[in-house]
């Protein structure tokens, strides 16, 4: 009998325990009983069993807060347990599970039948008494020390708990990257102390995303180093950084001119799923520190996490390039019979098929009119599909802001007329060459003008600001360009999710206001693509109007 297996019951039932002991001694088990999960745990903490046979609906602490704490803490994590329960729905069954229970059994069942599958799961599992031996935390161990174990088990329970709650809902943010690297890195400066931290996104080979949370004052090469050290670690060539989004948090946030400070990295952990990288997650200080064995659990465990969102944000990006493709397919064969309708139209306005009639031409201006819309859609749902999918890129070049922002305006000068609007230039010809993708900036100033002219009253001055803000400690050198209409304002609910598609202002006019909602969205994509930012300001007080602003980096001003 030295050797033979024990057998703890834990049950409040005094008839229930007394016919499982004389079932298993029958068969040559040793038995311990308990009366509860409290008096379980005691006997656990100080003489290991090699099996745990218990109740589920017991006082104190029932048997599936029993085995979660026992699996839960490694000292005991090993040890095989068994629920028995007169439960029997498929929830019950369910929580047993998920509770660690490594077997779940009906009280009605056998007691042979019970018998026999602790002999199975001791065959499968056995347990060396070496071990046993090991895990035993003391004779006659005091309640409150016992008491202040599983407090720290269920202390940690609930820290992971709530790190995975955090993690998971980050997947609401899968189609706003910008938003979800910054609640990541937001969530990541809760838990651990650092002074910068960066998180590599790899949505796919050809497209990656790097943000950065600057925290402190850090040397000048720190998003640069930073960046080449990320992409090494994850395996990418040195050219991904030319394709890699960079993101910066805060928006104004850059390193500082302080040529003496250093950084180092604290800790790195990766995202994976299988051997596929999907993120890489880093923290960086000023001064060398070691992580704490505990934050870096944490970190491992906000990693595990965040694999369900950057796997989900990988599907999303196949998805997006799919409809990218589709997209660009259906457009094609929009447009051509379009254009089509649009150039025999123009045939017989101007009368190269014979004269038309007053009514003949108003219809055909209709048409005209309504082909026109028709293009605009297209392209915009092109454009804005393409840059969601990361297939549109930037091909930055010198070249003066001040003189593309009045061909703009010379282009749009019909629509300026036809209201009696007039368009002020504050200091753009000041402005020195700028090194951008004059095209994609060309369509930002279309839209935001093209609004700023829809929505202003006849007569208005719409006014187009631009200036260079030079590099502090706390930004970058970065271009601002402010475009302020005389429109009836923005309501402040509104405001927030205006670049988000198919978004218009909604009010008293708005069934009077045309348009697609996409302009401010593929606004929004574009400056991003540049590492920008763009928003609106609105104060609402006697239609003073609207004005809506966007930077540009600038990181070669001065050379």
């Not at 903490?45 to 602490?61: G, W």
Request: net charge negative.
């Amino acid at each position: 009998m030295k050797n033979s297996p024990t057998i703890l019951v834990v049950d409040d039932s005094p008839t229930q325990v007394a016919i499982l002991r004389d079932a298993l001694e029958d068969q040559g088990f040793l038995v311990e009983t308990a009366a509860d999960g409290i008096e379980a745990m005691e006997k656990v903490y100080q003489n290991p069993p090699h099996l745990v046979l218990s109740d589920i609906l017991m006082p104190e602490l029932n048997g599936y807060h029993l085995c979660r704490l026992l699996k839960n803490d490694p000292a005991t994590a090993q040890i095989p347990i068994i629920l028995l329960t007169h439960l029997s729905e498929q929830h019950d069954r369910f929580w047993g599970q998920h509770a660690g229970a490594d077997l779940y059994l009906e009280k009605a069942s056998p007691t042979s039948q019970i018998v026999a599958a602790i002999s199975n799961l001791l065959a499968r599992r056995p347990v060396v008494e070496g071990r046993r031996k090991r895990i035993a935390l003391g004779v006659n161990l005091p309640r409150e020390d016992i008491q202040a174990r599983l407090t720290a088990i269920l202390d940690r329970l609930l820290y992971e708990s709530t790190i995975s709650n955090e993690i998971l809902k980050l997947n609401s943010l899968a189609q706003d990257v910008r938003a979800l690297c910054g609640e990541l890195l937001g969530f990541l400066g809760a838990i651990c102390r650092h002074d910068a931290a960066g998180l590599l996104l790899c949505h796919s080979p050809e497209r990656q995303t790097l943000a950065f949370s600057i925290n402190a004052p850090m040397p000048p090469s720190f998003i640069q180093q930073a960046q080449e050290l990320m992409i090494a670690r994850c395996g990418l060539p040195a050219e991904a950084a030319a394709r890699t989004t960079l993101l910066l948090f805060p928006e104004n946030s850059g390193p500082t001119q302080d040529e003496q400070a250093t950084f180092h990295l604290l800790h790195a952990v990766e995202v994976k799923n299988g051997e596929d990288l999907l993120a890489l997650i880093c923290l960086f200080t000023r001064h060398p520190r070691v992580v704490s064995e505990g934050i870096a659990q944490a970190l491992q465990l906000v990693a595990d996490r965040f694999r369900i969102v950057a796997d989900y944000l990988c599907k999303l990006t196949e998805i997006e390039e799919v409809k990218a493709d589709f997209i660009s397919m259906l457009v094609h064969d929009l447009r051509s019979p379009l254009t089509s309708i649009r150039g025999f139209s123009d045939v017989l306005t101007q009368g190269m098929l014979g004269p038309l009639s007053e009514d003949q031409k108003g219809a055909l201006e209709n048409i005209q009119g309504g082909s026109d819309r028709l293009l605009s859609l297209i392209e915009d749902i092109l454009h804005l599909s393409k840059l969601e999918a990361g297939k549109m890129e930037i091909h930055p070049a010198p070249f003066h802001f001040g003189a593309m922002a009045r061909r703009t305006f010379q282009d749009l000068a019909a629509l300026f007329l036809e209201k009696d609007l007039h368009l002020r230039f504050d200091n753009c010809d000041a402005l020195p060459i700028i090194q951008a993708d004059e095209q994609q900036l060309g369509r930002v100033l279309t839209n935001l003008l093209t609004n700023a002219a829809k929505f202003s009253p006849r007569g208005a001055e719409i006014i187009l600001t631009a200036q260079r803000l030079d590099q502090t400690p706390d930004s970058p050198a970065t271009l601002r360009v402010d475009i302020s209409d005389a429109g009836p304002g923005i309501p402040v609910d509104q405001q927030k999710d205006l670049f988000g598609r198919y978004q218009q202002v909604r009010g008293k006019n708005a069934g009077s206001r045309k348009g697609t909602g996409l302009g401010l969205a593929i606004c929004k994509e574009i400056v991003h693509l540049h590492g920008g930012r763009i928003w609106v300001e609105s104060p609402l007080a006697n239609g003073a109007g609207s004005r809506f602003s966007f930077t540009i980096p600038l990181p070669d001003l001065h050379a």
